[in-house]
């Protein structure tokens, strides 16, 4: 599966912004794809997913951010609200077919897209 996640930017805290994720081929839905981000310094961390139509965000943005999948046309996508400086990093989206408990491993992904960065400025 090859990923290829687009749409980040430079914005102004407060603002919007939405990332996609498109998979190359037809197998997509049987992964569970997911959103991470790694800032300079720091290691890759989750953001969120969407698995069995359920959604899973880490605490640090609950509440402004979503993630909505369409297999129709193997995207997924992440809708980001109320962006803050600290929420400046590279994005990426991950496909994997972790258990559960460890969804917000990035160790538990086989595939990843190259990144996309989003800029916050205050």
């Known amino acids: 599966v090859q990923l290829q996640a687009s749409g980040g930017g430079l914005v102004q805290a407060g603002d919007s912004l939405g990332l996609s994720c498109a998979a190359s081929?037809?197998?997509?839905?049987?992964?569970?794809v997911s959103w991470f981000r790694q800032a300079p310094g720091k290691e890759r961390e989750f953001v969120g997913t969407?698995?069995?139509?359920?959604?899973y965000y880490d605490d640090s943005v609950k509440g402004r951010f979503t993630i909505s999948r369409d297999n129709a046309k193997n995207t997924v996508k992440l809708q980001m609200n109320s962006l803050k400086p600290e929420d400046t990093a590279l994005y990426y989206c991950?496909?994997?077919?972790?258990?559960?408990?460890?969804?917000?491993?990035?160790?538990?992904?086989?595939?990843w897209g190259q990144g996309t960065l989003v800029t916050v400025s205050s």
């Open positions: 991950g496909a994997g077919r972790p258990i559960l408990s460890t969804i917000r491993s990035p160790s538990a992904y086989y595939y």
């Open positions: 081929e037809g197998t997509f839905s049987s992964y569970t």
């Open positions: 969407v698995r069995n139509g359920r959604t």
